[in-house]
């Protein structure tokens, strides 16, 4: 079943030329926000039984375009805005946590 899903989005970006399609692409990270500076202060962590804390983290949010055949595409923008992250979601290094990714062909 996923092969001939794959066949019929594969069909529908041959007909209109779309070489790289993102709809509404979410990525979030959890970050501690406690940290530990030594070893010493994990192991008590660990023997306290104490809980981690944890801050959300949205990299991309509802990122959403379309890239035709012979197009050049570039990524701008100041630090931390999830140039990185967008590019590693493109590539399949990281999975976004909603949204869909369509690419025909490879990522170079």
Known sequence: MQSRLTRIQKAGMEQDGCAI????????????????FTIFDNLIGLFRGGSYAYEDFLALQDVSFSVFQGETFGVIGPNG???S?????????LYPDCGSIRVKGRIA
């Open 21 to 36: 399609a993102v709809n509404g692409v979410s990525k979030k990270f959890r970050i501690p926000t406690e940290k530990k």
């Open 81 to 83: 805005c999830g140039k």
């Open 85 to 93: 992250t967008l590019l590693k979601v493109l590539a399949g290094v």
